[in-house]
Antibody
């Protein structure tokens, strides 16, 4: 079964850090691009960051550029999101998703259920 | 990176066809064929319905179709069914090497 499982969410104070992980199974992980997408409570989808199949190409939304870092470990079938200098507006459900091709700009066809990040003092 | 513009809501009766628009610029929708559409039911993860403007993933009903003209992409749902009631989001690659989602459209089946 093709599956993505996120972990690492939690409650953190403004200015703090968290590292999200996404464990992939059931498919050849290093054949596909990956993205992180978040959804604040009651709001729409927001693309956060993406990475191509070998980690050689990455992209970030302006809202997180310079604070978040995406990476992947193909040997461990895992995707990561290092989040620093967290703000209240980063509070959301964070999904990882894999694309239909090798880069992150393709459609995202497999999604995890998400991990919740709450930034609050 | 402004969100792509979608109508807030679209409604139709069972069996009818509806179309959801997604308006961007020449720096996103108009400049690339990397437009996707997602369906999201309440408290569920999004589901890919269309990618690369008009391609349907395996398992997605052929009642769903996508197209693009200039900087506006469209998703058409034909033969509307009760199970189609959900939120729909478009997405596009941009000239800034990012992706951007649309504002979202709530589809109601009357």
């Amino acid at each position: 079964e093709v599956q993505l499982v996120e972990s690492g969410g939690g409650v953190v104070r403004p200015g703090g850090s968290l590292r999200l992980s996404c464990a992939a199974s059931g498919f050849t992980f290093d054949d596909y691009g990956m993205s992180w997408v978040r959804q604040a409570p009651g709001k729409g989808l927001e693309w956060v960051s993406g990475i191509n199949w070998n980690g050689g190409s990455t992209g970030y939304a302006d809202s997180v550029k310079g604070r978040f870092t995406i990476s992947r470990d193909n040997a461990k079938n895992s995707l990561y999101l290092q989040m620093n200098s967290l703000r209240a507006e980063d509070t959301a459900l964070y999904h990882c998703a894999t694309t239909v091709n090798t880069d992150y700009y393709y459609g995202m066809d497999v999604w995890g259920q998400g991990t919740t990040v709450t930034v609050s003092s | 990176q402004s969100a792509l513009t979608q109508p807030a809501s679209v409604s139709g009766s069972p069996g009818q066809s509806i179309t959801i628009s997604c308006t961007g610029t020449s720096s996103d929708v108009g400049g690339y064929n990397f437009v996707s559409w997602y369906q999201q039911h309440p408290d569920k993860a999004p589901k890919l319905m269309i990618y690369d403007v008009s391609n349907r993933p395996s398992g997605v009903s052929n009642r769903f179709s996508g197209s693009k003209s200039g900087s506006t992409a469209s998703l058409t749902i034909s033969g509307l069914q009760a199970e189609d009631e959900a939120d729909y989001y478009c997405s596009s690659y941009t000239s800034s090497s990012t992706n951007v989602f649309g504002t979202g459209t709530k589809v109601t089946v009357l």
